[in-house]
């Protein structure tokens, strides 16, 4: 005799809704995001605990050669930890986003938007570490102008770098919505603040005098 059970016409087994997309817990992406914030947060603070007093935009030439020969820590140490970590981390966080924030329902192009600006913002910032390692070590040895020349790449190079990174937030923004892996004030949040932050680059070349 059969004794098998079936669930009445009118029942429904529970599934979670289609638009919600839970990834487990513990996935290499999830992790890789979570590690490569934590860098990139903590590594600015020790940064700029490193060296407090930075220079301002528009600071000439003899008083950026007196800042990087005067202050080992400000030429050698504080790019590592407000270039260097943060560069690789923003590569992480950037393979991890394209990851953890996007599914079937995200375009390809969306995708490549958030993966593309990502690795360019983590080049532009190790760049800027080179250039600052650069300007630590022959500080001593160049002119006022050539100095002053190099800072102001370094402080351009902040500019896009900020426009890059507010690209990338306000496309996991979009993918986030579009998925539902983000909690809806988040994806809100990112999408206000993307704009903020692109304008707040500008402070740089507008200051540099």
């Not at 603070?45 to 202050?71: F, N, Q």
């Not at 970590?85 to 590569?91: K, R, Y």
């Not at 600052?132 to 370094?154: K, P």
Request: hydrophobic share 55%; proline share 5%; glycine share 10%.
């Amino acid at each position: 005799m059969n004794h098998a059970h079936t669930a009445p016409s009118g029942a429904r087994s529970p599934v979670a809704p289609a638009h919600v997309v839970h990834l487990p817990k513990g996935t290499p992406m999830k992790k890789l995001l979570y590690i490569s914030g934590a860098a990139f947060v903590i590594s600015w603070i020790a940064g700029l605990l490193t060296v407090p007093a930075t220079l301002e935009p528009d600071a000439g030439g003899a008083a950026i050669i007196a800042h990087y020969t005067t202050d080992d820590a400000a030429g050698t140490i504080q790019p590592f930890f407000v270039a260097a970590i943060p560069g690789l981390a923003l590569i992480g966080l950037a393979i991890a986003f394209s990851n953890v924030y996007c599914d079937r329902r995200v375009s390809a192009r969306l995708r490549r938007v958030i993966v593309g600006t990502g690795l360019a913002a983590g080049v532009v910032s190790l760049t800027q570490f080179i250039l600052g390692e650069t300007l630590s070590v022959q500080a001593g040895g160049v002119s006022a102008d050539s100095a002053r020349a190099l800072f102001v790449v370094l402080n351009d190079l902040d500019t896009v770098k900020i426009a890059l990174l507010a690209l990338m937030i306000a496309a996991v923004g979009i993918a986030a919505r579009k998925t539902a892996n983000l909690r809806r004030w988040l994806t809100a949040g990112s999408l206000a603040f993307a704009p903020v932050l692109a304008v707040s680059g500008l402070a740089f070349p507008l200051n540099s005098g």
